[in-house]
Structure formats: structure tokens, C-alpha cells
Nanobody, 125 residues
């Protein structure tokens, strides 16, 4: 089993930066992919970013490319999402997730096995 606990979500102004963290515990395989998804009110959950735990290869949704950066700290077993130039449309509950995910399915939530409880990010304009 893998446990994921997100933190860092809060109310910010448009244009601000925010860093989300995901504490990872349990039986982690280095072949796992770690990801961030988000869900805005009335919308489906959508892919934000992912990182391969072993290689560090990263993947981003077009809507956040150039503004968000995903990273992992192997020593601390954390995965972080640095969010810059935040917009009101970034408002959502952000979820950390992990699983054995092929490249072709990197943005498919059904391919991830473990999920955190989510952290709320609200961007005020």
C-alpha cells in the first residue's frame, strides 16, 4: 500500500506562486509514476503533471506548461508542484497520485492506483 498526503493549498491572488507537496509513504517502487491531477467545481478531474520516480522524466498538461514544475525528492519521499503565475482557472482541488503508468496513459486517471485526499487551491482575481 502507498499513502499520499498533500499539503500547501490555500487562497492566493492571480499572478502569485504556490508550492504543493505530497508526502509519500508505504511500499514505493522506483518504477512508479507520481502525478498531480486537479478537479474544479462542476468539472471532471484533469491531469496536471507527472514525474517518473526513477528517471525524473516529467510530463505536463498544455494548460500549465511553462508555469508549473513537478519535482521529487528521493531522500524525503516527497513530490512537489511549484505553481507560478497562477490564474483563476487554476482554482481546484489538487490531488497527488501514483501508479505504474505507461507513457501512453500518463494523463489518464484510471491508470493511477493510489490517491491522496486532495488540497484546495483557490486563485482570486
Amino acid at each position: 500500500q502507498v499513502q499520499l498526503v498533500e499539503s500547501g493549498g490555500r487562497l492566493v491572488q492571480a499572478g502569485d506562486s504556490l508550492r504543493l507537496s505530497c508526502a509519500v509513504s508505504g511500499r514505493i517502487f522506483r518504477s512508479y509514476t507520481m502525478g498531480w491531477f486537479r478537479q474544479a467545481p462542476g468539472k471532471e478531474r484533469e491531469f496536471v503533471a507527472a514525474i517518473r520516480w526513477s528517471s525524473g522524466n516529467t510530463y505536463y498538461a498544455d494548460s500549465v506548461k511553462g508555469r508549473f514544475t513537478i519535482s521529487r525528492d528521493n531522500a524525503k519521499n516527497t513530490v512537489n508542484l511549484q505553481m507560478n503565475s497562477l490564474k483563476s482557472e487554476d482554482t481546484a482541488v489538487y490531488y497527488c497520485t501514483s501508479g505504474l503508468v505507461p507513457d501512453i496513459n500518463i494523463n489518464s486517471e484510471t491508470k493511477y492506483d493510489y490517491w491522496g485526499q486532495g488540497t484546495q487551491v483557490t486563485v482570486s482575481s
